[in-house]
C-alpha cells in the first residue's frame, strides 16, 4: 500500500474517531424499557404456558404498524397506493398471515416465498428478486390472476416469454430499475440507461405485457435516496416514446423504510467504534451507546407525495407500490429467554443461542436485554451469553432490572426484522413461536 493511500485511511480514521453518531441517551432506553416493564404479565404468561426459549409474535403491534402505515400514504400520495408486505424481513406464515387481513399485498423474493404466499390465500403478489429459476417463472405463470412478475435482468424477460409463448399464456409484469449500479448493489435490475433497450426488446416478447417499473433503495433512515431516483427516473421517462410510458400502470418504489426508532448501534457497530476496538480494545465502553435517527413515517410519505407529483404524476395513469419489510415486522415479534447458569455477578448463560437471530447481532447492534422476573428500570453491567459454543454468541452487556439469576426471565423486545427470517439450525434448536395474546396465547412451529 502507497504512503498517500496510508494517510488517506489514518485520515478517515481520525476523522471518524473525531465525529461519532449521536449518543442513545438514557432517557430514551428507559422509556422503551417501560413500554415492555408495562407488559410484563402477559410476555411472563406466555413464558408460563409454553416455556422458553420463545419468539412471541405480536398481533396487535403488526395490526397497529400496518395501519399506520397504510393511512400515512393513502392519505398524502397524489396516486393510489398498494402496499405490499416484503415477506424477507419476517417470512413466519403468522406475520403474513396477519397483514393480509390488514389489506396489504406481498411481495415475494423467491419460488419458496411465492409458495407461502399462495397456500396463505394472497390475492395480490409481486414477484421481486434476482435469479429466478425457470420453475419458479412457471409457478408465477400458474397464477398469473394473482401474480406480477418484478423481472430483474434482460436474460429473464426472455426466460419468463420462452415459458409464456410455450403456454399460450400472457403475464403482467414489470422491470426492476438500480439506483446505485455500482459495486455489490450491480446484482440488482437494470440500469436506467438500458430501459429504452429493455423495452425495445419487450415488444418482442408478446406475452409478456410490461407494465410497471420498481427500484428499491435499502437502509432508508431517511427519503432522500428514493425521492432522487424519482426525479431521475421522471426525467428518463420524459425522453421515452409517449405511447409506452402512458400505457404504464405502476411505479413500484421499493422499501426499506427505517422505523421511527432509528438505528440503535454499540460501540462497535460505528466506524469509530471498529477502529478502537481494533487498535484499543481497552477503551470501548460497554455502556456507550449510538442513536442513528430515522424519519417519521408520515414525513417519509409528505417527501415521496412531493417527488412523485413532481416527477410522475401525468406521465400515465400510474398506481404506486410500497414493499416495506422492517418497518412493519420490527415490533412484531420478541424473543424469551431464561437463564440457566449465573456464572459470576456479571456473567450468566441463557437457554436461548444468537441461532435464533441467524447472526451475531449484538456485538454491534443494541436491544436492552429486560428482566421480568426481577423488574427495573435501572441498568446492571452484565455480559449476557446465549447457550452455543462460541464466544461470538452474545445479547448483550448489560441488564434491566433489579438483580440477574438463575431462572430468570429475560426479554428482548423488538427482534421481528431480519432475524426468524435467518435463524439457522445450529448447536441448538430453534425456538418456537407463540401469539401474545391476553387470555390464551397459541403455538405453532
Same mark, same amino acid.
Given at each position: 500500500m502507497s504512503d498517500a493511500s496510508t494517510k488517506t485511511i489514518l485520515s478517515m480514521a481520525a476523522s471518524a474517531l473525531s465525529a461519532p453518531p449521536q449518543l442513545l441517551s438514557l432517557k430514551d432506553i428507559q422509556a422503551f424499557v417501560d413500554q415492555y416493564l408495562a407488559r410484563r404479565d402477559a410476555f411472563l404468561n406466555v413464558a408460563n404456558l409454553h416455556g422458553s426459549p420463545l419468539y412471541v409474535l405480536d398481533h396487535e403491534r403488526i395490526e397497529k404498524r400496518a395501519w399506520q402505515f397504510r393511512i400515512a400514504f393513502e392519505e398524502r400520495l397524489p396516486v393510489p397506493v398498494s402496499v405490499y408486505y416484503a415477506m424477507k424481513s419476517n417470512n413466519c406464515p403468522l406475520v403474513a398471515e396477519k397483514l393480509l387481513t390488514c389489506g396489504l399485498g406481498l411481495d415475494v423474493s423467491s419460488g419458496k416465498e411465492l409458495k407461502t404466499a399462495l397456500e396463505l390465500g394472497a390475492e395480490k403478489i409481486v414477484f421481486s428478486g434476482p435469479g429466478k429459476t425457470d420453475f419458479e417463472l412457471t409457478l408465477a405463470m400458474d397464477h398469473t390472476e394473482r401474480v406480477t412478475v418484478l423481472l430483474d435482468s434482460f436474460s429473464e424477460l426472455e426466460k419468463l416469454s420462452t415459458i409464456a409463448s410455450r403456454r399460450h399464456q400472457d403475464i403482467r409484469a414489470g422491470v426492476r430499475l438500480?439506483?446505485?449500479?455500482?459495486?455489490? #448493489?450491480? @446484482?440488482?435490475?437494470?440500469? +436506467? !440507461?438500458?430501459?429504452?433497450?429493455?423495452?425495445?426488446?419487450?415488444?418482442?416478447?408478446?406475452?409478456?405485457?410490461l407494465v410497471g417499473l420498481q427500484f428499491h433503495s435499502s437502509w432508508n433512515l431517511s427519503a432522500e435516496?428514493?425521492?432522487?431516483?424519482?426525479?431521475?427516473?421522471?426525467?428518463?421517462?420524459?425522453?421515452?416514446?409517449?405511447?409506452?410510458?402512458?400505457?404504464?400502470?405502476?411505479?413500484?418504489?421499493?422499501?426499506?423504510?427505517?422505523?421511527?426508532?432509528?438505528?440503535?448501534?454499540?460501540?462497535?457497530?460505528?466506524?469509530?467504534?471498529?477502529?478502537?476496538?481494533?487498535?484499543?480494545?481497552?477503551?470501548?465502553? #460497554?455502556? @456507550?451507546?449510538?442513536?442513528? +435517527? !430515522?424519519?417519521?413515517?408520515?414525513?417519509?410519505?409528505?417527501?415521496?407525495a412531493t417527488a412523485i407529483q413532481d416527477n410522475l404524476v401525468g406521465l400515465a395513469d400510474l398506481s404506486v407500490y410500497l414493499e416495506p419489510g422492517r418497518w412493519l415486522s420490527h415490533e412484531s415479534m420478541h424473543l424469551l429467554m431464561t437463564v440457566v447458569d449465573r456464572k459470576a455477578s456479571d456473567v450468566v448463560i441463557t437457554n436461548a443461542g444468537t441461532n435464533a437471530v441467524g447472526w451475531e447481532r449484538f456485538e454491534t447492534d443494541f436491544f436492552p436485554v429486560i428482566n421480568l422476573t426481577r423488574p427495573g428500570n435501572i441498568e446492571r453491567r452484565c455480559d449476557v451469553h446465549g447457550c452455543l459454543c462460541t464466544p461470538h454468541d452474545i445479547w448483550g452487556y448489560s441488564v434491566w432490572g433489579q438483580d440477574i439469576c438463575q431462572n430468570d426471565i429475560l426479554l428482548i423486545p423488538c427482534q421481528g426484522a431480519y432475524t426468524y427470517s435467518l435463524r439457522q439450525d445450529f448447536i441448538k434448536d430453534i425456538p418456537k413461536v407463540a401469539i401474545l395474546e391476553q387470555n390464551s396465547p397459541a403455538i405453532t412451529q
Amino acid at each position: 500500500m502507497s504512503d498517500a493511500s496510508t494517510k488517506t485511511i489514518l485520515s478517515m480514521a481520525a476523522s471518524a474517531l473525531s465525529a461519532p453518531p449521536q449518543l442513545l441517551s438514557l432517557k430514551d432506553i428507559q422509556a422503551f424499557v417501560d413500554q415492555y416493564l408495562a407488559r410484563r404479565d402477559a410476555f411472563l404468561n406466555v413464558a408460563n404456558l409454553h416455556g422458553s426459549p420463545l419468539y412471541v409474535l405480536d398481533h396487535e403491534r403488526i395490526e397497529k404498524r400496518a395501519w399506520q402505515f397504510r393511512i400515512a400514504f393513502e392519505e398524502r400520495l397524489p396516486v393510489p397506493v398498494s402496499v405490499y408486505y416484503a415477506m424477507k424481513s419476517n417470512n413466519c406464515p403468522l406475520v403474513a398471515e396477519k397483514l393480509l387481513t390488514c389489506g396489504l399485498g406481498l411481495d415475494v423474493s423467491s419460488g419458496k416465498e411465492l409458495k407461502t404466499a399462495l397456500e396463505l390465500g394472497a390475492e395480490k403478489i409481486v414477484f421481486s428478486g434476482p435469479g429466478k429459476t425457470d420453475f419458479e417463472l412457471t409457478l408465477a405463470m400458474d397464477h398469473t390472476e394473482r401474480v406480477t412478475v418484478l423481472l430483474d435482468s434482460f436474460s429473464e424477460l426472455e426466460k419468463l416469454s420462452t415459458i409464456a409463448s410455450r403456454r399460450h399464456q400472457d403475464i403482467r409484469a414489470g422491470v426492476r430499475l438500480t439506483p446505485n449500479p455500482q459495486g455489490l #448493489w450491480r @446484482k440488482f435490475g437494470i440500469p +436506467l !440507461s438500458q430501459l429504452q433497450d429493455f423495452i425495445s426488446l419487450a415488444k418482442d416478447c408478446s406475452r409478456v405485457r410490461l407494465v410497471g417499473l420498481q427500484f428499491h433503495s435499502s437502509w432508508n433512515l431517511s427519503a432522500e435516496a428514493q425521492c432522487a431516483f424519482i426525479a431521475e427516473l421522471g426525467h428518463t421517462l420524459r425522453q421515452l416514446p409517449s405511447t409506452w410510458v402512458s400505457r404504464l400502470e405502476f411505479v413500484d418504489i421499493g422499501g426499506g423504510y427505517w422505523p421511527e426508532q432509528g438505528e440503535w448501534l454499540q460501540d462497535a457497530g460505528t466506524t469509530g467504534g471498529t477502529v478502537r476496538k481494533l487498535l484499543a480494545p481497552a477503551t470501548v465502553e #460497554w455502556n @456507550k451507546r449510538h442513536h442513528l +435517527l !430515522s424519519t417519521p413515517i408520515g414525513d417519509f410519505a409528505d417527501k415521496l407525495a412531493t417527488a412523485i407529483q413532481d416527477n410522475l404524476v401525468g406521465l400515465a395513469d400510474l398506481s404506486v407500490y410500497l414493499e416495506p419489510g422492517r418497518w412493519l415486522s420490527h415490533e412484531s415479534m420478541h424473543l424469551l429467554m431464561t437463564v440457566v447458569d449465573r456464572k459470576a455477578s456479571d456473567v450468566v448463560i441463557t437457554n436461548a443461542g444468537t441461532n435464533a437471530v441467524g447472526w451475531e447481532r449484538f456485538e454491534t447492534d443494541f436491544f436492552p436485554v429486560i428482566n421480568l422476573t426481577r423488574p427495573g428500570n435501572i441498568e446492571r453491567r452484565c455480559d449476557v451469553h446465549g447457550c452455543l459454543c462460541t464466544p461470538h454468541d452474545i445479547w448483550g452487556y448489560s441488564v434491566w432490572g433489579q438483580d440477574i439469576c438463575q431462572n430468570d426471565i429475560l426479554l428482548i423486545p423488538c427482534q421481528g426484522a431480519y432475524t426468524y427470517s435467518l435463524r439457522q439450525d445450529f448447536i441448538k434448536d430453534i425456538p418456537k413461536v407463540a401469539i401474545l395474546e391476553q387470555n390464551s396465547p397459541a403455538i405453532t412451529q
